[in-house]
Nanobody, 119 residues
Framework: QVQLVESGGGLVQAGGSLRLSCVAS??????MAWFRQAPGKEREIVAG??????????ADSVKGRFTISRDNAKNKNTVYLQMNSLKPEDTAVYYC????????????WGQGTQVTVSS
């Protein structure tokens, strides 16, 4: 059974940092990514990483502030999202997602974790 379990969300002041984690189990994936959805807005991709090459891709709105990374320490496939210089507009529910393709067809999703940035 495939599971993606996120952690690390919370409340932070503008300019602060948070690190999100997502542990994937049940199978391996070609790509893992972080999406977010703010109230009243569509879900958008924030960052993605190709597992085999560590190639990364970012939304323009987070370039230079967010970093996606991955490791498989202790046989746990984990993807991280380090978020620095947070802004109130980064407030959203953040979702971990996984795909068997490269940067498309995300068929597996975590439950989401709330990130709130206060001004």
């Amino acid at each position: 059974q495939v599971q993606l379990v996120e952690s690390g969300g919370g409340l932070v002041q503008a300019g602060g940092s948070l690190r999100l984690s997502c542990v994937a189990s049940g199978r391996t994936f070609s790509t893992m990514a972080w999406f977010r959805q703010a109230p009243g807005k569509e879900r958008e991709i924030v960052a993605g990483i190709v597992w085999s090459s560590s190639n990364t891709n970012y939304a323009d709105s987070v370039k230079g502030r967010f970093t996606i990374s991955r490791d498989n320490a202790k046989n746990k496939n984990t993807v991280y999202l380090q978020m620095n210089s947070l802004k109130p507009e980064d407030t959203a529910v953040y979702y971990c997602a996984a795909a068997q393709s490269i940067y498309r067809d995300y068929n597996y999703w975590g439950q989401g974790t709330q990130v709130t940035v206060s001004s």
